[in-house]
């Protein structure tokens, strides 16, 4: 069984740039959610989606947004890039998301400069 | 708001020695409780969990058990191996805010020969 895949790996842009990052989940699972992992904050939930619909936000701002398909997979955008949003951005995956078991995905490596 | 509290590391062991790391949470109400672990450059994995008081969670010679008198999830392996050198991070998932895990800053162990 495939596991959660997110593309890309490694992404290097500039101050003010947009980005795009994508996650395909588990088949069958249809909540995704996305945490932004930095050594200073630590793992913060940004967003989570459960059949195409944002059900939980969390404390970031407006620049970060995120998407899901019919297919369950996400997409998350952040706009006008700065250089503290340099970061490892996971996504997860699960079933129901009410249980907490969810899978995650080996993560996007952005570096902004 | 929910919070974890995780003891600071580095941990550093050598191998065959007890492992304990120590975790505190704050939640309103009846929250999951979980420790993923991440390896160099990927992902979370999920360890092992526990749903309500007193439940055990165990997994790979990892368990944690949960304490609601004294708001704890500590996780303990009777005998490291140098292969459980990781990031171990405690998390919670209330239901209250269902779909956001909290997670705490994480632990990084190092065991030696």
């Known amino acids: 069984k495939a596991g959660v895949t997110q593309t890309p790996r490694y992404l290097i842009k500039t101050r003010g740039q947009q980005v795009t990052l994508s996650c395909s989940?588990?088949?069958?699972?249809?909540?995704?959610s996305w945490y932004q992992q930095t050594p200073g904050q630590g793992l913060q939930f940004l967003f989570e989606y459960f059949s195409e619909t944002q059900r939980n936000k969390g404390n970031f701002p407006g620049r970060f947004s995120g998407r899901q398909f019919s297919n369950s997979r996400s997409e998350?955008?952040?706009?006008?890039?700065?250089?503290?949003?340099?970061?490892?951005?996971?996504?997860?995956?699960?079933?129901?998301?009410?249980?907490?078991?969810?899978?995650?995905?080996?993560?996007?490596?952005?570096?902004?400069? | 708001g929910d919070s974890v509290t995780?003891?600071?590391?580095?941990?550093?062991?050598?191998?065959?020695?007890?492992l304990t790391i120590n975790c505190t949470y704050t939640a309103t109400g009846y929250p999951s409780l979980f420790w993923y672990v991440q390896y160099p450059g990927e992902g979370l994995q999920l360890?092992?969990?526990?749903?309500?008081?007193?439940?055990?969670g165990s997994n790979k010679g990892f368990?944690?058990?949960?304490?609601?008198?004294?708001?704890?999830?500590?996780?303990?392996?009777?005998?490291?191996?140098?292969?459980?050198?990781?990031?171990?991070?405690?998390?919670?998932?209330?239901?209250?805010?269902a779909s956001k895990l909290t997670f705490g800053t994480g632990t990084r162990l190092q065991v030696t020969l």
């Open chain 1, 25 to 32: 989940p588990i088949s069958g699972h249809r909540s995704v």
């Open chain 1, 76 to 113: 998350m955008n952040v706009s006008t890039l700065e250089l503290g949003d340099s970061a490892l951005y996971l996504c997860a995956s699960s079933a129901t998301a009410a249980t907490g078991g969810y899978t995650f995905g080996s993560g996007t490596r952005l570096t902004v400069v």
């Open chain 2, 6 to 18: 995780q003891m600071e590391g580095p941990v550093t062991l050598s191998e065959e020695a007890f």
């Open chain 2, 47 to 56: 360890l092992l969990k526990a749903t309500k008081a007193d439940d055990k």
């Open chain 2, 63 to 97: 368990e944690a058990t949960y304490r609601k008198e004294t708001t704890s999830f500590h996780l303990e392996k009777g005998s490291v191996q140098v292969s459980d050198s990781a990031v171990y991070f405690c998390a919670l998932l209330n239901t209250g805010t």
